[in-house]
């Protein structure tokens, strides 16, 4: 389905509303389902969330895959809060939550640069035994990046390699990113250095050339 039968799906269901019951003729749910996949590639979270609530005022209702669509065009736009209420409703909707839905979620958040949000996102994972991803950690890692905020971007690393998941080069690269970010650089170093990252083979990564390119960015940055 194309962008344009996406919108033109949703403005059917918006002007079908009006009608009686018997001259309505609603979309199935696969028909629904791609429209909602392609507003997410195209980050039309508007038109992604009306349709879901239309689809909720008039039918078909919708699944989780659904609302996990909807999350991703959220995402996609750094629209954290509409994200979120999505991801929330879904219990109330008899709807399963799942990694992806909470991947999204945190994605959206990493975005729009709420590390707080992404964080407490991470626990409810791990309160409701959601099972997180490589992806879920890099995500989370990554709103701590984009929110300046280098702590929590070691203890997610710390988290992962003691309990999982083991973080993936893309987590490692955001944390690194956040550290570069801090103020003193060469006291963060450290930390990587004691979680044994040097001795881990880590694809595309060559840490002995990140560790001293951090040194020497602390240098500079302190004169």
Same mark, same amino acid.
């Given at each position: 389905?194309?962008?344009?039968?996406?919108?033109e799906?949703?403005?059917m269901l918006a002007?079908?509303?009006?009608?009686?019951?018997?001259d309505r003729?609603?979309?199935?749910?696969?028909?629904c !389902?791609?429209? *909602?996949?392609q507003?997410?590639?195209?980050?039309e979270?508007?038109n992604?969330?009306?349709?879901?609530?239309?689809?909720?005022?008039?039918?078909?209702?919708?699944?989780?895959?659904c609302?996990?669509a909807?999350? +991703?065009?959220?995402?996609?736009?750094?629209?954290?809060?509409?994200?979120?209420?999505l991801?929330?409703?879904?219990p109330?909707? +008899?709807?399963?939550?799942?990694?992806?839905?909470?991947?999204? !979620?945190? !994605?959206?958040?990493?975005?729009?640069?709420?590390?707080?949000?992404?964080l407490q996102?991470?626990?409810?994972?791990?309160?409701?035994?959601?099972?997180?991803?490589?992806? !879920?950690?890099g995500a989370?890692?990554?709103?701590?990046?984009?929110?300046?905020?280098?702590?929590?971007?070691?203890?997610? *690393?710390?988290?992962?390699?003691?309990? +999982?998941?083991e973080p993936n080069v893309?987590?490692l690269?955001?944390?690194?990113?956040?550290?570069?970010?801090?103020?003193?650089?060469e006291?963060?170093?450290?930390?990587?250095s004691?979680?044994g990252?040097?001795?881990?083979? *880590?694809? +595309?990564?060559?840490?002995?050339?990140?560790?001293?390119?951090c040194?020497?960015?602390?240098?500079?940055?302190?004169r």
């Amino acid at each position: 389905m194309s962008r344009s039968k996406a919108r033109e799906l949703a403005a059917m269901l918006a002007d079908s509303s009006s009608l009686g019951s018997r001259d309505r003729r609603l979309p199935s749910l696969p028909r629904c !389902t791609s429209a *909602l996949r392609q507003m997410a590639g195209a980050r039309e979270w508007q038109n992604a969330t009306a349709l879901l609530e239309e689809m909720w005022r008039q039918g078909p209702w919708p699944d989780a895959t659904c609302l996990n669509a909807g999350i +991703g065009a959220c995402a996609r736009a750094a629209a954290w809060q509409a994200a979120l209420s999505l991801l929330e409703v879904m219990p109330t909707a +008899g709807l399963e939550r799942n990694y992806i839905s909470f991947n999204a !979620t945190i !994605t959206a958040c990493a975005r729009a640069r709420h590390w707080e949000v992404s964080l407490q996102l991470l626990n409810a994972m791990e309160e409701n035994q959601i099972a997180s991803s490589p992806a !879920t950690l890099g995500a989370a890692v990554s709103a701590c990046e984009r929110g300046s905020h280098w702590p929590g971007a070691l203890h997610l *690393l710390d988290e992962g390699w003691q309990k +999982g998941p083991e973080p993936n080069v893309l987590a490692l690269s955001a944390a690194m990113n956040a550290c570069g970010q801090g103020q003193s650089v060469e006291s963060q170093v450290g930390p990587f250095s004691s979680c044994g990252l040097s001795q881990r083979n *880590l694809p +595309g990564i060559n840490c002995e050339i990140t560790f001293s390119e951090c040194s020497e960015f602390s240098k500079r940055w302190t004169r």
